[in-house]
């Protein structure tokens, strides 16, 4: 089900949001999170589509490289959680992010490596927690459900309860009478190797052609 409306009244928000980015990209072979991407980095890129969207705080939980990763994360709203042992999965990072949170009614859990994630995406999945009433607002995309998702703070223990490599789509499968989907069909795209990457050029190149012809 779409939700259509973006606009999202910021009186009525507590909701926060949680980039995990942590990983070492061994499928990489270097850091993703520092990728060159819209001018920035693909972390970069992901900051600052949510300092622009209605969530607050913005956490990024850093694990591998975290030193050398540090230097992307420039905007002082930003807070940065680190995660010693990012080694043991993606779990650990979410129990990072949950755990550092105060107060807040939902967060979203979200990836560095979606580079077509965008402030509109997120909001929409906070419009669409106050709208339907469901605790949890699942993206849409590939025949599946996944980040980035918000959930409400009465699954904030399941979330810092996930074991190893065990990440939020575990509990979205489980609770699946409880979610709502919103469609992020490029959600899909996930950087994890250099071809991915190369793909990721080459379509962005494609696009930024069809957009010159149109003109």
């Known amino acids: 089900m779409t939700v259509i409306n973006s606009k999202v009244e910021t009186a009525e928000l507590n909701v926060a949001i949680i980039i995990l980015a942590a990983g070492a990209s061994s499928r990489m072979g ?3 999170q520092l990728l060159p991407y819209q001018g920035g980095s693909l972390l970069k890129h992901t900051i600052e589509s949510a300092i622009a969207s209605v969530c607050k705080p913005v956490i990024v939980v850093l694990g591998a490289n975290a030193q050398q990763i540090r230097y992307e994360v420039t905007q ?3 807070q940065v959680v680190e ?3 990012w080694n043991l ?3 650990t990072s979410i129990r990072s992010g949950i755990l550092s949170l105060e107060s807040v009614d939902a967060a979203i859990i979200a990836v560095c490596d979606q580079p077509f994630l965008s402030s509109e995406i ?3 999945l906070v419009e669409a927690y106050h709208s339907t009433g469901k605790p949890i607002i699942a993206s849409q995309y590939a025949e599946t459900l996944g980040v980035p998702a918000l959930f409400s703070h009465i699954f904030f223990s399941e979330l810092a309860a996930l074991e190893e490599t065990v990440g939020a789509k575990h509990l979205i499968n489980r609770h699946l009478n409880e979610v709502f989907c919103v469609p992020f069909p490029l959600g899909a795209v ?3 190797t ?4 190369e793909q990721l050029q080459a379509t962005i190149q494609s696009l930024g052609e069809h957009e010159r012809k149109k003109k």
Request: no cysteine.
């Open 30 to 32: 270097k850091p993703k």
């Open 76 to 78: 002082p709203s930003v």
């Open 83 to 85: 995660n010693p042992q």
């Open 89 to 91: 999965g993606m779990s």
């Open 122 to 124: 997120i909001n929409l």
């Open 190 to 192: 996930d950087i994890d």
């Open 194 to 197: 250099p071809k991915d990457y």
